[in-house]
Every structure is written in C-alpha cells, then in structure tokens.
C-alpha cells in the first residue's frame, strides 16, 4: 500500500528496569547453555508485579501524546496490540482509551502476535488515509508476563511498552509504504495450548515446522518487494530487522535479498530484546533519534513479523531534521 501524506509524529518505547540473566533460565533447567549463547545479549527486561501491561501501556502511550503535542481528546483512532494473555486483555483498548482521555476514540484490540505493531500500523495508516474525520492514530503495544514465565528465552521475550503517533501533521519521518502478507501453514505446528498465559509448561523450545524457514523467507520477500514497488523503489540505506536472536534474523534478512534488496541489514536485539508486538515501534524510536537515525533523505526498510507466519513491511523516509533529546529507549 503507498502511503501519502502521514508521518510518524513520536514513538517510544519503556522498559521495567528489572532483569533476567541467561544463566538463570539455564539454573532453573528451562533451556540449555546451548540455547542461550545464540543470543547476542545477555538478560532481558523483566516487569514487577506492580509492572502491569496496563500501567506500562498507558505510561509510554502519555509520553508520546505529550512529545507528539497531541491531545487525549484528539486520538480518533487507537489500537492496542499483545501477545501475552491476561485475564484484562479482552478489553485493554477501550480501557486505555478512557484512561488516557481520548473520549471519542475507536478502540481496537489487536492480537497478530509478534506483529502486532506491524499490523497496527497498516490498519491505521489505511484508516487515516480513508476517514477524513480521524485527524490522530494511536499504536500500543504491551506485554509483561513477569519473572514466572518460563518461556522468557525461546525467542528472547522482553516486558514492555511501545507507543507511536502517526497523522497527517509533517514531522521528520514519512511513512512511504506498508505491506503485509502471510504464510499461516506455520500455525498447524504450533501447540494448542497458549504458551503465552502465565502458569503455561515452558515447552520444547522450537515448535516451526521443518520448513518454517521456507515459509517465512518467502513471506518476508514478497512484502518486501511490494514495499519498495509502493514507496516507488527508493534508495534504502538500511533494512532494520524484527529484534530477534541472529539465526532467525538471517532468515529475514534472506527474504529481503530474494526481493533484490541489498541495503545493509541491522538488527537491534541489544538495545530491548524481542518486545513481543513492539518491535516495528521500537525499530520506528531509533530510526527518529536512536543509534539507527536517519538524516533527511534517507529511507529504511522495516521487516516485522510473527512465526504463524504474518509479515509486515514499512518504508520511512527522513524529511527534516529536529533536535531531539539522545536516545529513543526511556
């Protein structure tokens, strides 16, 4: 989908300061040294009890209205968007929405699983290009499962919140294009139980089909064609991954390059680990004003994606600078 005339106003993203360390998930036997060293980081955000989604969500979702300059009132279109499954999940939308104060909102719950920000940001992105009415779109993602989960580190899951403001007010990132498709044959794999409910048995640690990678380099290629096909194939200077351990980051990037796309990839594990449905709107925080910035007249492709298997792809451009405090992670 080509996108005209929307900008990514503010994103951001807020971490528990709390941490879990590699080597106590190998100490408690849920996974093995082996696993744990084809990861690039070390311990990984980790919420308090007092750290619920909800708190958090509404924390980062009032930083951004407020560097945004956005009033609650003004947000006509707000999803949320999870992975985790809480007993308040089912109506965490509306619930923001009235916290925040943004009164006349439409309230979406979302849940594509580790592309919940991605999909978020196509269904906003085509709801403010088609509904004159809604001026302000509000993406939130938030997960905070707690030290007690045992699956912390299949994939390097970290408690948190995103937030992002896109409208059609100019700001220095353009939104050019976003794509998504999908490869969901993965799902039949998958247990039927939900590995994402607190309490759940920690599981074997790979649950993809033999041919997952298949699936998911062919998914990821065909967005990201399609991004570049839309946004009228601009020079990228990086594609910036989904925040995932490397050997399921070479299989993104695999798919980028069978869509002819040589940008350099980057991959920002390090900064947060794998924020379960934020990691497009953490990815968005650094390419503003984190260690992936664009200068004006740059563009990045985005690769976000989830292992049932769904692909979102989002072209951004640089338009202007600003001063900007350092750092996108508050």
């Known amino acids: 989908m080509r996108v005209d005339g929307l900008y990514v106003n503010a994103a951001k993203v807020l971490l528990p300061p709390g941490r879990e360390p590699a080597g106590r998930a190998v100490g408690r036997g849920l996974i093995t040294a082996e696993h744990a060293e084809t990861f690039e980081i070390d311990e990984l955000p980790v919420a308090s009890p007092a750290e619920s989604s909800e708190l958090l969500a509404l924390a980062v979702a009032g930083s951004v209205l407020g560097e945004a300059a956005v009033r609650p009132e003004d947000v006509g279109f707000l999803v949320h968007a999870c992975v985790g499954d809480t007993s308040y999940e089912w109506k965490m939308a509306p619930r923001l929405a009235r916290l925040l104060g943004a009164d006349q909102a ?130 990228l200077r990086t594609v910036v991954l989904s925040r995932v351990r490397p050997a399921i980051a070479n299989v993104l990037v695999a798919g980028v390059r069978q869509a002819g796309i040589d940008a350099e990839p980057l991959n920002l594990a390090t900064r947060s680990g794998h924020l379960f449905a934020g990691d497009l709107t953490a990815n968005l925080a650094d390419l503003l004003c984190g260690p992936a910035a664009l200068t004006p007249g740059e563009a990045a492709l985005i690769v976000s994606f989830t292992g049932d298997i769904g692909v979102t792809c989002a072209i951004v451009e640089a338009r202007e600078s600003r001063t900007r405090p350092p750092g996108a992670l508050r």
């Open 106 to 235: 439409f309230a979406l719950g979302l849940r594509q699983n580790c592309n919940g920000a991605g999909a978020a940001l196509h269904l906003a992105a085509a709801h403010l290009m088609t509904e004159p009415r809604t001026a302000n779109s509000l993406i939130v993602t938030s997960d905070a499962l707690g030290a007690d989960w045992p699956r912390r580190w299949f994939l390097g899951y970290s408690d948190g919140a995103t937030a992002l403001l896109l409208s059609r007010r100019p700001s220095p990132l353009a939104l050019q294009a976003v794509t998504s498709g999908g490869r969901p044959a993965n799902e039949a794999h998958f247990p039927a139980w939900n590995p994402f409910r607190p309490g759940m048995p920690a599981g074997p640690t790979d649950e993809s089909a033999p041919q997952a990678g298949f699936l998911l380099r062919a998914a990821v290629r065909d967005a990201a064609r399609a991004a570049v096909e839309d946004a009228g194939h601009p020079r």
